[in-house]
Structure formats: structure tokens, C-alpha cells
């Protein structure tokens, strides 16, 4: 099994930047890919971007270009990077790790909040 813990969430303002961690523990040999998801009020959840374990990126289109995932793999922490926020970002954003043998696990989700 796959424990993540997520935190860098909060309020910032439109045009601003956040980042937001997720540390992993547990069976993290096992992880094929890490994601980040968001779901905002009212709607459905989304992949934001997602990072393999050999490193390929992947992201949405709406965020294509101002965030960007990364990994430490010393640590067994995804990071990801948003920058020029805008009010549309605003939803509870989730890490999740994937893999073959465990499945897919999630982290407890972290609020992010764009407005003025």
C-alpha cells in the first residue's frame, strides 16, 4: 500500500503561484506514474498533470505552459509548480500514485484558492 500526504495549498491571488507537495510512503517501489488531479465545486475530477517513473510528463491542456510536476526521488516527493494562477485553478487538488501491483492510492486532497 501507498500512503501520500499532500500540502502548499491556500489563497493566493490571480497571477500568483503555489506550490503543492505530495510525499509518498509505504510501497513507493511499486509506483509506476504520479498524478495530479483537482476538482473544483460542482464538478467532476480532472487530471492536472502526471509524471512516469521514468520521468515522461504529461498535462492538461489548461495548464499547459504555467505548471510544471517534478519529483525527488530522494525524498519520494511529487512537486508541482503553478504558476499564473487564475481564479479557474480554484478546486481541491489530489495526488495519486499508480501502480500495476497496488492500484491506484490517494492523498487526502489540499485546498487552493485564486481570488482577489
Known amino acids: 500500500q501507498v500512503h501520500l500526504v499532500e500540502s502548499g495549498g491556500g489563497l493566493v491571488q490571480p497571477g500568483g503561484s503555489l506550490r503543492l507537495s505530495c510525499a509518498a510512503s509505504?510501497?513507493?517501489?511499486?509506483?509506476?506514474?504520479m498524478s495530479w488531479y483537482r476538482q473544483a465545486p460542482g464538478k467532476e475530477r480532472e487530471l492536472v498533470a502526471d509524471i512516469t517513473s521514468g520521468g515522461t510528463t504529461n498535462y492538461a491542456l489548461s495548464v499547459k505552459g504555467r505548471f510544471t510536476i517534478s519529483r525527488d526521488g530522494a525524498k519520494n516527493t511529487v512537486y508541482l509548480q503553478m504558476n499564473s494562477l487564475k481564479p479557474e485553478d480554484t478546486a481541491v487538488y489530489y495526488c495519486n500514485a499508480f501502480g500495476a501491483v497496488v492500484g491506484d492510492s490517494w492523498g487526502q486532497g489540499t485546498q487552493v484558492t485564486v481570488s482577489s
Open positions: 509505504g510501497m513507493i517501489d511499486s509506483i509506476n506514474a
